[in-house]
């Protein structure tokens, strides 16, 4: 895509979804990173129902670690890969409390310091909770940068870094948000919703599916 292209792609997501947020629910930045880090590999929708009861227990990472692993593995044992989920969250809880005074760091390599947060989850919270201009690449958004010709790249960094490079100055904050949302509710990895899509025209795919698949 061309800049004139790439810049009337945001415009129409924009249009439809001016204020994009994540789906995950959470209270503060610290609920923020927990949903996150216990995210990975599972839908929003499962974690918020893991969370839902657990965040009107625990706010702050004190509260966490009074719970304890096996009292948050009870919360969250529906969300794949628990157990290691919930070491990582006790384990950065720990450091939360020991190195930052509870609260969540506003830096990516500190964050990037803490169990279970990787580049992709510290660009989350930098975003959501700080409004930085970062750009989490998860597989909707590495599916959706490829297709489009948007940023295409053969790993999440090289993504990243063509989104860092192409997305114009107005909508930096909010590109992570409509990219995974256009992923995760149009363009589909099996079967992308071409025929509903409001940047079909603009997109470099050539398998578009342009006509709605009817029942069998």
């Not at 628990?82 to 450091?95: C, D, M, P, T, Y």
């Not at 310091?113 to 989490?136: D, I, Q, Y």
């Not at 948000?177 to 992923?183: A, E, R, S, T, Y």
Request: contains cysteine; hydrophobic residues 40%; proline residues 5%.
């Amino acid at each position: 895509m061309n800049k004139a292209t790439i810049f009337e792609f945001f415009r129409r997501l924009a249009e439809l979804n001016p204020d994009p947020v994540t789906e995950l629910e959470y209270g503060n930045d610290y609920q923020l990173l927990v949903a996150v880090v216990l995210s990975a590999q599972s839908t929003d929708v499962g974690v918020n129902k893991a969370t839902r009861a657990l965040f009107r227990e625990v706010t702050r990472p004190d509260q966490m670690l009074a719970l304890g692993e096996d009292g948050l593995k009870e919360h969250i044992k529906t969300i794949g890969l628990f157990n290691s989920k919930a070491k990582h969250v006790i384990g950065l809880s720990e450091i939360l409390v020991r190195e930052h005074g509870g609260e969540v760091p506003a830096d990516r390599e500190a964050l990037t310091a803490l169990p279970g947060v990787g580049r992709k989850t510290a660009n989350v919270v930098l975003n959501s909770a700080h409004g930085a201009e970062t750009f989490a690449v998860d597989t909707h958004i590495f599916r959706v940068c490829n297709r489009t010709g948007l940023a295409k790249g053969k790993t999440p960094l090289a993504v990243e870094m063509g989104l860092e490079k192409n997305v114009p100055g107005p909508f930096r904050v909010g590109a992570h948000h409509w990219l995974i949302l256009h992923g995760r509710y149009t363009c589909k990895a099996r079967t992308p919703e071409c025929w509903r899509c409001p940047v079909v025209d603009l997109c470099a795919f050539k398998a578009k599916v342009l006509a709605k698949p009817g029942r069998k």
